[in-house]
C-alpha cells in the first residue's frame, strides 16, 4: 500500500469536490492537520473513515486504498461487507475495554479490602490476617497485571494469543506467589508459636 499514492488521490478528490482541507476536515468531524496528513502520505484515515470517504467522492474502496482509479461506482457488496469489519473491529474494542474497567474495579475493591484488614490488624494481630492480607494482596497484584495486558491488547502492542499466554502465565505466577507466602506465614507461626 503506497501511502503516497493514496494521499495524492485524496487531494484530487477533494479538489475535484472544491473543498479546502477545512471544509473536509469539518465535514468528518477530524482536523484540517488530520486531512493535510492523509493528503502527504504521512498517515492514513481509519477504516471507518475510509469508507465513509470512498462513498463520499464515490469511488470503490480498493480504488481508494490502492490510491487509483478503476471505476465510477463504488461496489455495494464491497462497501457493506467493509461497514460490517469495521462495525466488529469498533465491538472488539469496546468488549476489550469494558473487560479493562472490570478489571481494574476488582482490582480497586481487591487492594481496598487490604487496606481494611490492615486498618483491623493494628488492632488485633493474628496469623490469620497476615494470610487473608496476603491472598488479597496477591489477588490485587494477578488483577492489575492482567490489566496492563489488557491495556497493552487496547492500544496494539500486544495481540490476542500473547494476551493470552500472557494472562495465564501471570495468574499461574500469582498463585505460586500466594502459595509460598502462606507457606512462609505457616511456617512463621510455626517457628513462633
Known sequence: MDQIKIGALLRELRKEKNLSQEQLAEQFGVSSRSVSR???????????LLIELADFYDIEIRELLSGERKRE??????????????????AEKEKITKSL????????????????IVV?????????????????????????????????QITGKMDK?????FAVAAFIAGVVVLILTMLLVLFAADVIG
Open 38 to 48: 492523509w493528503e502527504n502520505g504521512n498517515t492514513m484515515p481509519d477504516i471507518s
Open 73 to 90: 461506482t463504488m461496489n455495494k457488496d464491497m462497501k457493506e461487507t467493509l461497514v460490517m469489519v469495521a462495525d466488529y473491529t469498533n
Open 101 to 116: 474497567f472490570g478489571m481494574t474495579a476488582a482490582s480497586a475493591v481487591a487492594f481496598g479490602i487490604i487496606g481494611a
Open 120 to 152: 483491623f490488624r493494628l488492632y488485633r494481630s493474628s496469623e490469620v490476617f497476615h494470610s487473608v492480607l496476603t491472598f488479597w494482596a496477591t489477588i490485587g497484584l494477578i488483577y492489575s497485571i492482567m490489566s496492563y495486558v489488557r491495556l497493552m
Open 161 to 165: 494469543n500473547q494476551h493470552r499466554k
